[in-house]
Nanobody
Framework: QVQLVESGGGLVQPGGSLRLSCAAS????????MGWYRQAPGKQRELVAA???????NYADSVKGRFTISRDNAKNTVHLQMNSLKPEDTAVYYC???????????????WGQGTQVTVSS
């Protein structure tokens, strides 16, 4: 199995910044895409940003120009730098990794437990 642990969430004022981190551990043979999703109360979980091993990125339109995703493949870690935060960014942020546990296994998504981000004055 693969475990993902998020950190860095908290309370921040509008216009402020936060940096989220997610570390993958456990039985990991390889990781492909890593990314961040978020879910606000009463809303569906949505993609925030994703990053492949080749540094290709995918951002939600609502965060383009404000958020930056990065990863350290050697450490199986992904980060999300969030700048110019808005109240509508308030949500639980989840880390996701597309990984396999051995060379014969299938690729599947693994999810972290989530970290709360609250943007409020």
């Amino acid at each position: 199995q693969v475990q993902l642990v998020e950190s860095g969430g908290g309370l921040v004022q509008p216009g402020g910044s936060l940096r989220l981190s997610c570390a993958a551990s456990g039985k990991i043979f390889s990781i492909s895409t890593m990314g961040w999703y978020r879910q606000a109360p009463g809303k569906q979980r949505e993609l925030v940003a994703a990053l492949t091993s080749s540094e290709d990125t995918n951002y939600a339109d609502s965060v383009k120009g404000r958020f930056t995703i990065s990863r350290d493949n050697a450490k199986n870690t992904v980060h999300l730098q969030m700048n110019s935060l808005k109240p509508e960014d308030t949500a639980v942020y989840y880390c996701k990794a597309l990984a396999r546990t051995d060379y014969r296994s299938f690729w599947r998504d693994y999810w972290g437990q989530g970290t709360q981000v609250t943007v409020s004055s």
